[in-house]
């Protein structure tokens, strides 16, 4: 009975993470914009590329090699070709899906992240001490310890001093 409840626990732990979360939601939103893009490449993008030739790029099509084509419809009917109106049309939707949601979504949260992250307090944490500052110790305690006298942090150059006010 208990490992039920560590493992429902568990579950219920790893769908309350923020990420998992945040993932659900994109998918949503992601789904719900499908419907939006397709329309503006249907409504716009498509009649703008109808200005040059077919408003559907399904229609754009390439033969390879020995294609005939009926003449009702003006299709390939045989032979090897190439839609390359279709995937024109699906990389268009790509690139107006990600930009909207760059645009009105991800970088709008970014700009609030970073103003959340300003309004914080900063810590005040004493800054570690550098590579020329760890090595010049070092050194210092080496000296020291040549000399004889203690190796302690920071006594080191103290030890310094001392000898050379001394000679």
Do not use: H
């Not at 979504?105 to 970014?110: G, H, S, T, Y």
């Amino acid at each position: 009975m208990s490992e039920n409840k560590s493992v429902l626990q568990g579950f219920k732990d790893f769908l309350m993470r923020g990420n998992v979360i945040e993932l659900a939601v994109a998918v949503v939103v992601g789904a719900a914009f499908t419907s939006i893009v397709n329309a503006v490449v249907k409504g716009v993008i498509n009649p703008i590329v109808g200005a040059f030739g077919s408003q559907n790029l399904d229609n754009y099509q390439t033969c390879l090699s020995t294609c005939s084509v009926d003449k009702k419809t003006g299709l390939y009917v045989d032979g090897i070709y190439v839609l390359w109106g279709s995937v024109l049309s699906a990389a268009l939707t790509f690139l107006i899906t990600a930009g909207v949601v760059y645009f009105l979504m991800i970088l709008p949260m970014n700009k609030w992240k970073a103003r959340q992250d300003a309004k914080k307090p900063v810590e005040d944490a004493t800054a570690a001490p550098t590579e020329i500052e760890l090595l010049t110790e070092i050194r210092d305690a080496l000296i020291a310890q040549r000399n004889g006298t203690s190796a302690a942090p920071g006594a080191a150059a103290a030890a310094i001093i001392t000898q050379k006010t001394q000679q």
